[in-house]
């Protein structure tokens, strides 16, 4: 499968009401290589944006008529821009404001008056995110593309199995290879959403990847079969994409989170979901990463889910989740430790987590000496 070529010169949209503001953000970003689109309120902004292949938009806040926030919200509005690196550009400084800003869904503050490498930088980092986004785009739609051309293909081989024993023989050896080729696409499509996350989110990388881990040992010492247990992987290897919609001042923030921003946080789940829910897999890949902040007790989220509500894959996944979470080090404190994390398990075994997961997890470190990588 080939992608479309990424454009040379990044474009980007520079909206403020002050022409004055405008043209030092212009030459300079002209200098660093990149292709600038101006519009001076928000409603030229929108024009702007329907009439260009824009890559990120700076946007001033405070403009007569729209402000800022409102063109934020109009551009999420539209399906096509959801994923669109918005920055906003202010003076102001209050946490309300900030988090007026993250609700209607921008990606990043620059505060004025500002210092051009530092805007560069942030800059840098959001194209990095898009481009793994269009990455990710491009090849869904290249996927589907080729699952529908080989599903007729192999269709037509079928029509002619009771033909001759050969031709059957040759579809059957076509089909196994649209499958195993299908399998390669799908890895490499996972692999691309966890590179995405992990980009976005430095401070967990690995993590998916070590829970997953644990969460495929757990499902194998509960006899469950391989091909069930390697979706748990799967899913495991990308349960917090959903990360990609989360501000990364906020995925990194070294210190204790508001209560605003934990809620935005506990959105990861949902918009796991969203991005994985048309995705074509033999595994159900989206309603696992839906469910893997769900408790048994029905105190999880994102929809308060209990006992057998929960599947079994998001079960084994959200001990899993827990014990490399605790284990490990966070920006905002120090690895607990891996007998604290198992602690964690055996005290709310049958309340939060599964009785027979919590069992198996325990057996695999205290009895079959299994170990996290980089713990």
Known sequence: MLFAPAKVEPVILIVDDQPQNIKPLETYFVLQGYEIVKATNGEEALGKLSGNQ??????DVIMPGMDGFEVTRRVRQDNTHRL??????????????????????????????????????????????????????????????EVIRRTEESKHALENLQQEITERKKAEEQLQRTLDSLRK????TIQVMVSAVETRDPYTAGHQIRSANLARAIATEMGL????????????SIHDIGKLSIPAEILSKPTKLSETEFSLIKEHARQGYEILKNVESPWPLAEIVRQHHERMDGSGYPRNLKGEEICMEARILAVSDVVESMASHRPYRPGLGIHVALEEIEKNSGTLYDNTVADACLRLFREKGFKLEGT
């Not at 503050?109 to 785009?137: G, Q």
């Not at 079969?225 to 495991?236: N, T």
Request: with cysteine; aromatic share 6%; proline share 5%.
């Open 185 to 188: 696409a799908v890895n490499t």
């Open 84 to 145: 669109l690196p918005i920055i906003l550009i202010t003076v102001l400084w209050e946490t309300e404001d900030r988090v007026k800003g993250i609700e209607a869904g921008c990606d990043g503050f620059i505060s004025k008056p500002f210092d051009n490498i530092e805007i560069l930088a942030r800059v840098k980092s959001l194209l990095k995110v898009k481009a793994y986004n269009d990455l990710m785009s491009n090849y869904q739609k290249e996927l589907e593309s």
């Open 225 to 236: 079969p391989p091909e069930k247990v390697e979706g748990i992987r799967m899913a495991g």
């Open 54 to 59: 824009i890559d990120l938009i700076l946007l």
